[in-house]
């Protein structure tokens, strides 16, 4: 049995498996590249985002999620299949029990598609089960979900940011903010190009984000590279975090004051419970220097960071995954 149970966090940049017995056995990029009208997909992951940007016509390479919600569906099944393949050793994986996150402020039919992605490909699942992301998230930081009486989960990922508050076991408010890690990136190409008349790509802005994105004012500076408009040529020039900060500085503040509303309405056990706890900040793009200071200082209350936030859902998973019991209570099962 413990051959056959995973864990899955879709998530959006990155996909996340646990496999039963084993723990994280997959960590690759949320990105596939198909080529002709079948679709028929040639490379994932990493192997698929070093493709983006630079593809043929006859090539096309998708992120089949985008803001908590499945994008394109055959691309994104074409993506499972070949994990699936790679996991399996090129044998057909078959009778699987899968535990999928799924985001909380989410219609079921949205949650319902996640199960599609698995009872649609080549591994044939005996169960799938569906579990909201937060309750997985709170599982994976190590925290006592069924006896504490408020947890506060802040996680910013790629598109989106889901703010939580879960007590004795249940999600008592989830929110969905449509910001994250990728919108800071659009944010750095569209001002470049307006100010600068300077293209750069989406992997290059990425490295920018990486460098220069942080909650608080800074001196840093990146080389980047990219094609100056005017001249039609390649070239290069140099970008500060002061000039970044002032692009994405709202994006900070609102999650913050979205945070603060979700307390303000909580009875006063529960927001006593979380001023004990603290919040907990995790996600993908939950690093950004200075994030949690900022977060503290206008909540007034501490906030916690940990350096397993990019897996902390999947982690979680796995933790359910490992007790079936435990995991009944949470689960939603469509297979």
């Known amino acids: 049995m413990s051959q056959k149970t995973y864990g899955i966090d879709f998530g959006t940049s990155t996909i996340k498996v646990y496999k039963k017995g084993q723990g994280i056995i997959l960590l690759e990029r949320n990105v596939v590249a198909t080529v002709g009208k079948e679709k028929r997909p040639v490379a994932i992951g990493e192997k698929a985002y070093e493709m983006f940007e630079k593809e043929p016509p006859s090539m096309h390479v ?9 994008a394109d569906m055959q691309d994104m099944i074409a993506l499972w299949n070949f994990m699936i393949s790679a996991l399996s050793g090129h044998r057909k994986l078959k009778g ?4 999928i996150a799924v985001p ?8 319902h598609a996640y199960s599609h992605i698995v009872s649609e490909g080549e591994c044939k699942p005996k169960n799938i089960f569906l579990i909201d992301k937060p309750i997985a998230d709170a599982y994976g930081l190590g925290l006592d979900v069924e006896r504490s009486q408020g947890i506060l989960i802040v996680n910013i990922g790629a598109d989106t940011t ?9 999600i008592v408010v989830t929110k969905l903010l449509p910001y994250g890690g990728n919108y800071f990136d659009n944010q750095i190409i569209n001002y470049i190009r307006k100010r600068y008349n300077f293209i750069i790509g989406r992997r290059t802005a990425e490295v920018v984000k990486k460098t220069l994105v942080s909650a608080r004012p800074s001196d840093e500076e990146v080389r980047i590279t990219g094609r100056d408009i005017v001249r039609g ?33 909580m009875p006063p056990e529960i927001s006593q419970e979380i001023v004990h706890n603290g919040i907990y900040l ?19 209350i501490r906030t916690n960071t940990t350096v397993d936030a990019q897996v902390s859902v999947v982690k979680g998973l796995g933790f359910l995954a490992e007790r079936p019991k435990l995991a009944a209570a949470y689960v939603s099962q469509l297979k």
């Open 104 to 111: 909380a402020d989410t219609t079921k039919v949205e949650k």
């Open 62 to 70: 998708s992120f089949p999620l985008s803001h908590g919600v499945i």
């Open 282 to 300: 995790t996600g993908a793009s939950s690093w950004i220097k200075g994030l949690d200071t900022l977060i503290k200082n206008e909540t007034n």
């Open 162 to 170: 889901e703010i939580s508050i879960l007590s004795f076991g249940g």
């Open 233 to 265: 040529l390649p070239g290069e020039m140099y970008m500060s975090s002061n000039e970044i900060y002032p692009l994405i500085e709202d994006i900070f503040h609102l999650i913050s004051s979205a945070t603060q509303s979700i307390i303000e309405r």
């Open 96 to 99: 699987g029990k899968f535990y």
